[in-house]
Nanobody
């Protein structure tokens, strides 16, 4: 399994970014996936998750109404549209594949290398 994140960058508060996670994984559409983030000095936290068929999604309370997770199974790519960004959204964003989607998401060991998102005030 190979996961490659992209789309991070530096943005001012209130701005938007779109992250992508390209996956090299068999049966991509059968796998739930998720975005996590890790701020300096803090634990990695779940941001959003999506089922294989994209029928269900989950969002952390801190991003509800601002972020949108989606996927294109034909392209084997997952996305995270981030709007109304805040400085507290700063961190390294990672994608995870193949976890359990249930009342959130339980991650597997399949992680990408991460992409840095920095939101300035």
């Amino acid at each position: 399994v190979q996961l490659v994140e992209s789309g991070g960058g530096l943005v001012q508060a209130g701005g938007s970014l779109r992250l992508s996670c390209a996956a090299s994984i068999s049966s991509f559409s059968a796998n739930a996936m998720a975005w996590y983030r890790q701020a300096p000095g803090k634990q990695r936290e779940l941001v959003a998750a999506i089922t294989g068929g994209a029928g269900s999604t989950y969002y952390a309370d801190s991003v509800k109404g601002r972020f949108a997770i989606s996927r294109d199974n034909a392209k084997k790519t997952m996305y995270l549209q981030m709007n109304s960004l805040k400085p507290e959204d700063t961190g390294v964003y990672y994608c995870n594949a193949g976890g359990v989607f249930y009342r959130g998401y339980l991650a597997t060991g399949n992680w990408g290398q991460g992409t840095q998102v920095t939101v300035s005030s």
